[in-house]
């Protein structure tokens, strides 16, 4: 039998076309080789493969005391602050709601901060418009379901030493249960960061020196949908904020070529991608996930939505030394006036944008009129129950006429209405040589901050840590 490497493939097309008729037709693209085997093998137990790296001892983040959150029930979270629901959800893999945030000005009653957030679509299209490549588009929540698609989570390897594990539960198409243990993971993270500090380097005569470790929990999953590996991570800090991170990684959808070298291509570069391996292209393409955050800021009907937009600003000659200085200009869209703070300011939050990749694809371009959710990436809609998943209800052969894009074109008024933001985390992924066999990880996120939401710096109360509330252990590296 001949080597798998010496082995070559005709490139046949086969496609059924349904008229009043059934019809098939070949199309014969020609051979190229079947790419090498060699290096593309991922799992430790059969690699033999030496790595020139010195070896990275294990890391493991240990806590005296135990964990400082509780789950009850299965599903709802307490921790510091914070006390949110998670589930496991069929299409959107995991949903975060009824997130509230204790109040110290409030005597620790708690505020409503977001109804129910959730990746609503996973869109990922593939920018080779050749006949054997040009329908490849896909919206995964919709048609595969990131929920099905999330495997067992690998403990110390996914998630830390000290995280706690919460099963999926899912109803099969037959009505029964379908169980994917370890599908979600919570955990305390500590890496050394510093939630606020403060030193007074002008009091010689006082040694002043405040710092504040910055703790925060995680709500993670991991979907495995096809090719592709992404975690996503919900992350709250003390503090009221909350950190919503996507990270890709996996294998690339890649397709044969007859070149083993740049120099062989001349001027017959491949259009859809690069030349990542011997015989094979990495063809680009998009990542757009665009999530549904229903954010009920102190409850439903009080929220609004301000753009602010910083601007330079020019000073009038001979009115100071200075030339320019930046001003906050805010727009308010149609809503009721907010619920305000003690200084008058409206308490709300805002949204720091991450992962800013839009669409390039024409708005004409079929799989963007599935897709329409990436042409921006911040939507605000008036909320509808039905309205919830940004590719529509089904998805599946779906041709774009129930999609965010077509409600926010309706124009509906906002003015004192319970209101949902949308936004759309962006990757354009031109693959190279090191995405090849599996990616390292790529990650991008965007934050829900609190603004004028509390009186004042919410954390300014937290005590330090120190040396007699840890166990025995210290840092050794020899010289």
């Not at 014969?28 to 085997?37: R, S, T």
């Not at 037959?174 to 994917?180: F, L, P, R, S």
């Not at 102190?298 to 600003?313: I, R």
């Not at 320019?324 to 944008?353: C, F, H, M």
Request: hydrophobic share 35%.
């Amino acid at each position: 039998m001949a080597e798998p490497s010496l082995a070559r493939l005709s490139a046949l097309f086969f496609g059924f076309l349904l008229l009043l008729a059934t019809y098939s037709w070949i199309v014969d693209k020609g051979m190229v080789p079947i790419p090498k085997a060699a290096g593309t093998e991922y799992r430790y137990n059969v690699q033999n493969k030496p790595i020139h790296m010195d070896r990275i001892n294990p890391i493991s983040i240990e806590q005296p005391e135990g964990p400082s959150f509780l789950v009850e029930d299965g599903h709802l979270v307490k921790w510091a602050n914070w006390v949110f629901h998670v589930k496991a959800d069929h299409r959107a893999g995991m949903i975060i709601s009824q997130a509230t945030v204790r109040d110290s000005e409030t005597a620790g009653e708690p505020r409503s901060v977001m109804y129910k957030g959730f990746p609503s679509e996973l869109f990922v299209p593939y920018m080779d418009p050749g006949e054997l490549w040009y329908y490849k588009s896909y919206l995964d929540a919709g048609e595969i379901g990131l929920g099905p698609a999330a495997m067992p989570l690998v403990p110390l390897n996914d998630c830390p030493r000290n995280a706690y594990y919460i099963d999926g539960v899912f109803a099969s198409p037959d009505g029964k249960a379908i169980v994917q243990p370890n599908m979600i993971c919570l955990f305390e993270r500590y890496a050394g960061d510093v939630s606020w500090r403060h030193s007074e380097i002008l009091i010689p005569s006082a040694d002043i020196r405040e710092s504040r470790p910055k703790v925060t929990l995680v709500a993670r999953m991991a979907t495995s949908v096809g090719n592709y590996d992404y975690t996503f991570d919900w992350e709250f800090q003390t503090d009221g904020l909350i950190r919503v991170t996507v990270a890709a990684s996996g294998m690339l959808m890649v397709k044969g070529t007859p070149y083993e070298n740049v120099d062989d291509l001349g001027d017959k570069e491949d259009d859809s991608g690069p030349l990542i391996s011997e015989n094979v292209i990495g063809v680009v393409h998009d990542h757009f996930i665009t999530f549904h955050l229903d954010m009920d800021i102190d409850g439903p009907m009080n929220n609004s939505f301000d753009k602010v937009h910083p601007e330079k600003q020019r000073v009038p000659t001979g009115k100071s030394p200075r030339k320019s200085y930046l001003k906050v200009k805010k727009y308010v869209a149609k809503t009721e006036k907010d619920a305000q703070s003690r200084l008058g300011n409206p308490a709300g939050y805002r949204i720091k944008p991450g992962g800013n990749a839009v669409s390039l694809l024409g708005h004409d371009d079929p799989p963007q009129i599935r897709g329409a959710f990436s042409n921006n990436q911040i939507w605000v809609t008036r909320y509808n129950r039905s309205e919830q998943f940004a590719g529509g209800v089904l998805v599946y052969q779906s041709h774009g006429d129930d999609t965010l894009q077509v409600w926010s074109d309706r124009d509906r008024s906002i003015e004192n209405n319970d209101i949902v933001l949308w936004y759309t985390l962006g990757f354009h992924h031109i693959p190279c040589q090191e995405d090849y066999p599996v990616m390292p990880t790529v990650a991008a996120s965007f934050e829900l901050k609190p603004a004028n939401f509390f009186e004042s710096n919410p954390v300014i109360g937290v005590a330090p840590i120190f040396e007699k509330d840890l166990p025995v252990c210290r840092p050794f590296a020899s010289s």
